[in-house]
């Protein structure tokens, strides 16, 4: 109950809800840690930068023209981040040093049209080079987005190695379910669906939690359709004794 008595605007967890009815919460990251991760691509944009240069001097030797190195500044500037967010499951090098990632709004990977739509709005929100426009709607926007991201329908959210993900009550009552056998392989966002399950099934009641087990257990290729299954899965992942 100490969920529901906190107010939502305190709470930056943002629910989303799959197709297939599961739902769970998705961790938006605040400026800070997107700070950190934008420092780090810039010095790898200087890294790459450089060695386009040295290479670009030593091959060309002048005879291509400055329009080649140009327009690899240009691409470095404009496409550096779209091409990792598109290729890389929405996580440049500085995102995944940092445990962050770019998602469309139902939690699924960026696509190539939104991954180059919320970049090329960056200038909007480093206008003259300040960050003061992206500060401010990251600060005071549902989701921490900026310019770029309500235009494309994405976020930025802590993956499954942040602290963030760790905000959930304590699930020690798990230990009352029996342990899941030759439960499947899951990911973390499948893991993550079960244990927002198994926090609100105190609340639930039982007819409800078992409307919500059947289609939730099939999506996840689960033999056993019932909540206590579901609930025994949850206890191995959690390592409860």
């Known amino acids: 109950m100490k969920r529901e008595a906190l107010s939502q605007s305190a709470d930056t967890a943002v629910p989303v809800e799959t197709p297939e009815g599961i739902r769970y919460f998705l961790y938006p990251a605040g400026p ?3 700070a950190c991760a934008r420092g780090i691509d810039y010095i790898c944009q200087l890294v790459l930068l450089f060695a386009f240069s040295f290479l670009f001097v030593l091959v060309f030797r002048g005879s291509a023209g400055i329009w080649v190195f140009l327009l690899a500044r240009f691409v470095l500037d404009w496409l550096y981040q779209a091409l990792w967010e598109f290729f890389g499951n ?6 995944r040093l940092v445990g962050i990632r770019v998602v469309q709004d139902n939690g699924s990977p960026p696509g190539a049209g939104a991954a180059l739509m919320r970049n ?3 200038f909007a929100d480093t206008f003259l080079g300040l960050f003061i426009i992206a500060f401010v709607s990251i600060s005071f926007s549902r989701g921490f987005r900026r310019l770029g991201d309500w235009a494309a329908g994405t976020m930025v959210v802590h993956t499954g ?3 963030a ?8 009552w798990l230990a009352e379910f029996a342990p899941a056998h030759n439960a499947p392989p899951l990911g973390w966002e499948e893991k993550q669906g079960l244990l927002m399950f ?3 099934y105190p609340r ?4 409800r939690a ?3 087990a059947r289609p939730f257990a099939e999506a996840l290729d689960i033999e056993d359709q019932d909540a206590a299954a579901l609930l025994g899965i949850a206890r191995n992942f959690e390592g409860i004794e």
């Open 32 to 34: 800070l840690i997107r």
């Open 90 to 95: 929405g996580q440049s090098p500085g995102k």
């Open 120 to 122: 090329l709005l960056s």
């Open 161 to 163: 190695k942040s602290r």
């Open 165 to 172: 993900m760790e905000r959930r009550e304590p699930l020690e």
């Open 198 to 200: 198994a926090q609100r």
């Open 204 to 207: 639930l009641g039982p007819a």
């Open 210 to 212: 078992g409307e919500i």
